[in-house]
């Protein structure tokens, strides 16, 4: 009730904050709109769902959303030449690309160019495909609605289909080029642990697991996977809406785009035991007695924090539609899990028929 309280005595001063934005006040106006919509996330349950409606449209954070890209595009048009961005800006901008993507949403022009909003170097890079990856998604609408038939595709929509798919195939590309510029700091190491699980268990999918020198590396990493996931899914159905006299060659694509979706998500499905903690690396001489040893220690808390780092690749992860069935059942548990330990309540809808689709 107190928390309640709160919340609406600051949803009152932010709304009278937002008509009077300034240089000195827009950083605090969208971290107010960011625990906002925190808190909306946190104490909404699967109770609160109603069972005709998607997830996108039941939750009433996105209003908070909604919010804050009004208060970034007052920026861009009125402080940013004077006020260059800072750190909350470029990561709400950060959290408007996912909001779009989860609702598959358009972007505005003024959004699109991330350098505007303190992007650079590998990040930026990143946040153009990023962009990309939002707009191609968005598009893909417009050829899906207008192919009534299912068994037949017509000229326009196939010609629309051929496109998309060069631009798709450029995407992952891309993303592959932009893992050529990682340091070799940033590599991982492929270890195999020999406990005689059934696998999959909670936080391992299989006995094979990945360890980094700093989580941050892991993290970077997980982005690569889920969003090569993604936009080979993204091709996929793409594929499907192809002329049907390349039948041959969209059948061939087609394998290699799911080929791409369950390899990513055995290397992101490997990545999460090293993100959450869940095994310690005792690095051994050179000699061969003395190899390097794994020790799981599932049993331990934890970090909430480390936790949070995971939550945008599972959901990505989690909303795959061309994947291995048991595997996204597990990233969906996984997600539920982490969200309830992070205080996000809605990703208990992980679970359910409500969750996302991408």
Known sequence: MEASLMYHRLLQVAQLTFVSLTEENIDTCLLAIFFMSRFESAVHRLGQLNPKTSLTTTLQSFSHHDGALAALGFWKQHLSQTHPATDVIKHTRRGMLRSALMRNLALPKWMQEGSSFGEYGLELEYDRIVVRIVNVRQRLCTPLNEK??????????????????????????????????????????????????????????????????????????????????????IRWRVLQLENPNSADIVHNQRLECLFHVNSMANDLASNVPYCLGRFTVAHGSY??????????????????????????????????????????????SELARLGRMVGAGVFECAETDHWLEM
């Open 148 to 233: 009534t038939d299912s068994h037949r595709t017509s000229p326009k929509v196939a010609s629309m289909a051929k496109e998309l798919n060069e631009e798709v195939a450029d995407v992952d590309k891309a993303l592959q080029d932009w893992t050529a510029n990682f340091p070799s700091t940033w590599s991982y190491q492929r270890h195999t642990l020999s406990n005689p699980h059934p696998w999959p268990i909670r936080d391992f999918y299989s006995p094979i697991v990945y360890s980094y020198s700093s989580p941050a590396y892991a993290t970077i990493w997980n982005q690569y996977y889920a969003s090569r996931m993604l936009i080979n899914s």
């Open 287 to 332: 000699s061969s007695s003395h190899p390097t040893t794994v020790t799981p220690n599932a049993n331990e808390d934890i970090n909430p924090h480390l936790a949070s780092l995971l939550i945008w690749p599972l959901t990505i992860a989690s909303s795959i539609r061309d994947m291995d069935v048991q595997q996204k059942l597990w990233f969906r």
